[in-house]
């Protein structure tokens, strides 16, 4: 049993979140500025607390423990093949137009590769609007309709107002009555706290951010560099 298990996740959020403090404003920024018409890659090299790296026998760490737990949260949406040998963590806003560009991307991997796991972390860092519209996938995930949720949200332009929110669900197949009520459940805010929980530990601090395989990703890349972080993942072992 570690550390972990012994405190109630609501205190740790609330202690990880007041130790390791990003404001609104300074991750909004992040969002906004994002590096992502650089023709550079914005990859921080090899990250040790991937899912690659967390297996068994791992030395404990009160940190890695952590990172572990939330990385494998069995409450994330999920796409792809659930048994594959890569997986891709990605952390997003609605709003985010740097999000939005790479959305199909995303989409484009898992479809193209039967060895993928995308894992959907919602991060709202650009104001009520993003956390409106994080709750609302979510609350979908209840009804086993995330994904047609998510694809619209990214497609969408235009504010998320809640007769929006609710219009756009209509035309995906999904229970509008059913999503606008399961959005006001605790276990939805919990779950975004431990996704803004897992970003100040990785080092996340606007939007998009990927975890691909092994390496960590502050900000958008295009598909091929996509296609070659899993390339020299897989190559890693």
Wanted: aromatic content about 6%; proline content about 4%; charged content about 25%.
């Amino acid at each position: 049993e570690s550390w972990v298990d012994l405190i109630p996740q609501s205190a740790l959020v609330a202690l990880l979140s007041a130790v390791l403090t990003i404001t609104n404003a300074e991750l909004a920024r992040a969002s906004l500025h994002n590096g992502a018409v650089s023709s550079e890659w914005s990859v921080t090299g090899e990250f040790q607390l991937s899912a690659a790296h967390l297996g068994a026998g791992t030395p404990s760490d009160p940190e890695k423990d952590l990172v572990r737990e939330l990385l494998e949260d069995p409450e994330a949406p999920a796409i792809g093949n659930i048994n594959g040998d890569i997986t891709v963590y990605e952390f997003f806003d609605y709003r985010c137009p740097y999000c939005k560009r790479v959305a199909g991307d995303v989409m484009k991997l898992v479809a193209e590769d039967s060895g993928i796991r995308v894992v959907f972390k919602e991060f709202p860092v650009l104001g009520e609007d993003s956390v409106t519209a994080a709750k609302a996938a979510l609350a979908t995930h209840k009804q086993g309709k995330y994904g047609a949720m998510h694809e619209i949200l990214m497609e969408h332009r235009g504010e998320f107002a809640l007769d929006t929110l609710a219009e756009l669900a209509d035309r995906a197949g999904i229970d509008a009555d059913r999503m606008i009520k399961d959005m006001s459940s605790p276990e939805i805010a919990a779950q975004i706290q431990r996704n803004e929980v897992l970003a100040m530990l990785l080092g996340i601090r606007g939007t998009p951010g990927f975890l691909i395989g092994r390496f960590l990703v502050p900000g958008a890349i295009s598909y091929a560099e996509m296609r070659q972080l899993v390339r020299e993942s897989r190559e890693g072992g």
